[in-house]
């Protein structure tokens, strides 16, 4: 076997501030015990996002289709639209996973104010435009940290450069 050290790629990424999104959500919405978890919809109301070189309003009418597993992990997977202040519409499919001590979790599930530094909950935002002004957001990656409140959420996305 070669004792060599498998060489890194030269260059390290880093994080450049997007924005900030404050979304509302309605109540859960249970499904049930399901065969990967129980499953809960959570409907996006709206809310406003905030950053640099784009801001505008979330739209209502995407949700949040989440599993929470057997060990405890909720996988979230949500979709949404963007409106910026120009007019742009912008897609978004959000992926991640939220996780954390039971106590904290329950805290978190009854709409307590919960330090976001308690529980991990990260994500990784996709986006789809057709606009002109907004494309180079078809070629980005990017990554986001949350914090869950009781009738929103506060999420903070990076692009990664």
């Known amino acids: 076997m070669n004792k060599e050290p498998v ?5 390290e990424p880093t994080l450049r501030f997007l924005y900030s999104s404050l979304i509302t959500v309605a ?7 399901g065969p990967y978890g129980e499953r809960r919809i959570i409907n996006i109301t709206g809310g406003v996002f905030d ?12 949700a949040d289709w989440q599993i929470i597993r057997r060990d405890g992990i909720a996988e979230l997977e949500a979709r949404y639209t963007l409106e910026t202040n120009d007019g742009a519409l ?17 805290r978190v599930a009854a709409g307590e104010k919960v330090d976001p530094r308690e529980y991990y909950f ?3 935002p996709f986006f789809e435009t057709g606009s002109p002004e907004y494309t180079w957001l078809n070629g980005i990656v990017a990554v986001a940290v949350g914090e869950r409140r009781a009738s929103e959420v506060l999420i903070t996305t990076y692009e990664v450069t």
């Open 27 to 33: 109540k859960p919405l249970p499904v049930g015990q």
């Open 51 to 62: 950053g640099p070189r784009l801001s505008g309003r979330v739209l209502p009418g995407g």
């Open 90 to 106: 912008i897609y978004i499919y959000n992926r991640g996973v939220r996780h954390g001590p039971k106590e904290v979790i329950e």
């Open 7 to 11: 060489p890194k790629v030269s260059v």
């Open 122 to 124: 990260r994500t990784t």
